[in-house]
C-alpha cells in the first residue's frame, strides 16, 4: 500500500489492521475517523516521536484537538492520510465536538455572553456604590 501525497484516498481500513501499525517501524493513527500514516513523521514531529508512538494503532482525536495543532499542521496532515475507518469501527463523535471542528453547540452560544454581562453589572454596582 502507497501513501497517497494528495490526501484523496478512498481505501477503507478496520481498525484490527489500523491496531497493527502501533511501533516507529509502522506507525498509524486515527483521527476523525481518517488513517493516518505517520511513520515517515515521526522524527520532524516538533513535540518528538514519543507523542506519536503514544497514539499509534489507536484513535488519536482527542489528544490531536488537545493540543490545538495550528492550521499548518492541520494542512500537513493530508499528506499523510492514507484512508478512512470501516463504517463498523468509527469512533462515535462526543457531544461537544462541534465546537471542535468550528460550529459552536448551543450551549456555549449563551454563556459567551453571560459572563461578560455579570462582570459588567458587577463593575456598575461597585461603581455605583463607591461614587454615591
Known sequence: MSKNVSGDSTKIYKLADVKSHNNSKSCWIIIHNDVYDVTPFLEEHPGGEEVLLEQAGSFASE?????????????????YKIGTLHESDREKEKS?????????????????WLIPLAIAA???FFYRYFTA
Open 63 to 79: 489528544a490531536f484537538e488537545d493540543v490545538g495543532h495550528s492550521t499548518d499542521a492541520k494542512e500537513m496532515m493530508k499528506q
Open 96 to 112: 461537544g465536538s462541534a465546537s471542535l471542528v468550528g460550529a459552536p453547540s448551543n450551549e456555549t452560544s449563551w454563556t459567551s
Open 122 to 124: 458587577a463593575i456598575a
